[in-house]
């Protein structure tokens, strides 16, 4: 819900860290900061928990510690109670206070109590040290950088390029101390690539199937508790369907949003589930020839994406949330994260269920960087919070406990899901096969035309000061025969696409474009009337 920023150190420069919070001002509303001698701190302030009171940065009432905070702690009213049982007291109602009174009376235990998605930085004072911590999937994003004398933390990379130095990712699950030499020392609290391991597996199909409805049913419960309008952003597939259709039972003041071209399965599919459940459906009809190269350097520039199938992606997300922003919309679920839980796509049932297994963890591992950077910089660089129910820790925890023969069956993808809600969804989206929505509206291969430039934008930004754009790991892996140790090997041997791979594509992407211009040419002409 927010963007934030801090230099912390005795060469903190007030020009400098205003102009990091002034890069940030489309992920809030309101900027807010404190400033003082080796502490500049500040937001750009989404309002959605307790808008008018959840000020930040926010002080302790002893004035030791101070947070910056970006995100929503979902059970935030469960640990509001606990604390004033052991004797908090609170000025306000909002998470971001019940934050850092879990903070004051847990300490560094407190990560382990929180359900949410966030991004945090906790100051003490006295010392100038800082505490870092995120989120167990990293939906919420956090870096730092290091100059002599100040260490600078921020919500996006773009934040920070401007101090030319390398810019470094707080990983998904970690959390630990800066000093104020600007040492970072880090450990993980949910260590993503062993998740589930040692738990019982789930075998049997009806115990699978509540279970499975129980933990989504309740992870989307806990994001739409709030008495703003709800998107959902829709492309007429399962994931977002069922997303569609829980979130209107829970909280019927909702909206869905759909992106593609006016006559593509996704758009027909969306408007058909929107008129059955009676919710409003704002439909953008997007063209192939309508995005131009200054959409993908748009994209490029909001995102920071460093895969090419991710920034492809963002170029056909980033006008959902422009529209969502002009509707007012400032919370919107989405479906993200389904397929990587549930078997959605084919790597997974090419190995065996070991190798499958690893390839599960490795997604999940890697989506901080992938869909979810995407989701988050496409909807905050438009103010709009985005949350993902199927990443949920209990809904993550739950699918690696289950085999792979739940996930894939009778040559359905995702069949758990789709046995699990199967009576509250109609059976053309039941039975809708994966059709990914960039794909099938052509919107994907019209990108592609710019695909040779994506490098040459992502450095004229800074970005390479993180990491360079690299090929696209799904198509490293196909290449390596789903191995996936040869894969992440052949990954760093060569990062990123040669100059006759791309010369390749954009033959392809070329001949794809030209098609529908040749049938004009030479397709039957209407009679002359």
């Not at 007030?14 to 509303?29: H, I, S």
């Not at 947070?67 to 609170?90: P, S, V």
């Not at 699918?399 to 009576?423: H, S, T």
Request: with cysteine.
């Amino acid at each position: 819900m927010c963007g934030i920023a801090l230099s912390i150190g005795p060469e903190a420069d007030p020009a400098t860290f205003r102009r990091m919070l002034a890069v940030l001002a489309a992920r809030g509303e309101i900027t807010e900061t404190r400033c003082e001698n080796g502490l500049l701190a500040g937001t750009r302030r989404l309002r959605v928990v307790d808008r008018e009171r959840a000020v930040q940065p926010w002080t302790s009432a002893d004035e030791r510690w101070l947070l910056c905070f970006n995100g929503e702690i979902f059970n935030h009213r469960e640990l509001r109670a606990q604390l004033t049982r052991l004797g908090q007291e609170f000025r306000t109602e909002s998470d971001t206070e019940v934050l850092l009174a879990a903070f004051e009376q847990w300490g560094e235990a407190a990560v382990n109590r929180l359900r949410g998605e966030y991004a945090f930085a906790v100051v003490e004072r006295p010392t100038g040290r800082v505490y870092l911590a995120r989120d167990p999937l990293g939906v919420k994003p956090l870096y730092w950088s290091r100059r002599p004398g100040c260490l600078h933390l921020a919500s996006e990379v773009k934040a920070l390029v401007g101090h030319g130095a390398p810019v470094v990712e707080v990983p998904p699950g970690h959390h630990g101390w800066a000093d104020p030499d600007g040492h970072v020392r880090l450990r993980p609290y949910v260590d993503l690539l062993t998740i589930g391991d040692g738990l019982p597996i789930i075998d049997d199909p009806d115990e699978a199937a509540l279970l499975v409805r129980a933990a989504l049913s309740d992870a989307i419960r806990m994001r739409v508790e709030t008495d703003l309008t709800v998107g959902v952003v829709l492309s007429g597939g399962l994931d977002s369907s069922l997303t569609l259709r829980q979130v209107r039972d829970m909280h019927p003041d909702c909206v869905a949003v759909t992106v593609g071209v006016p006559d593509s399965p996704d758009v027909a599919y969306a408007r058909r589930l929107c008129a059955d459940l009676g919710v409003p459906h704002e439909v953008i009809e997007l063209r192939p020839r309508d995005i131009r190269l200054a959409d993908v350097r748009e994209a490029i520039r909001i995102s920071e994406l460093t895969e090419y199938g991710d920034i492809i992606n963002a170029v056909v997300s980033v006008p959902i949330f422009r529209r969502l922003r002009d509707l007012g919309v400032k919370v919107v679920l989405t479906g993200d994260g389904s397929d990587e839980l549930f078997g959605g796509y084919p790597m997974y049932h090419r190995v065996d269920p070991v190798a499958s297994r690893r390839l599960f963890l490795h997604r999940i591992r890697n989506l901080c960087r992938t869909e979810l950077q995407r989701v988050d910089r496409a909807a905050m660089g438009h103010g709009v919070e985005a949350r993902v129910p199927f990443l949920d820790l209990s809904v993550v925890e739950l699918a690696m406990r289950l085999p792979l023969k739940l996930k894939l069956r009778d040559g359905q993808e995702k069949w758990i899901v789709r046995r699990a809600f199967a009576d509250v969804l109609p059976d053309y989206i039941r039975r809708r096969p994966k059709n990914p929505m960039s794909y099938s509206s052509g919107l994907h291969e019209r990108v592609r035309l710019y695909k040779p430039l994506f490098a040459r934008l992502h450095r004229s930004f800074g970005y390479d000061l993180l990491e360079p754009v690299r090929r696209d790991f799904d198509s490293v892996l196909t290449r390596c025969g789903n191995d996936l140790d040869r894969a992440i090997a052949d990954g760093l041997t060569r990062p990123d696409y040669t100059v006759l791979e791309h010369a390749r594509d954009l033959v392809g992407a070329a001949r794809w474009n030209a098609a529908p211009i040749v049938r004009r040419l030479v397709g039957p002409r209407p009679p002359r009337r």
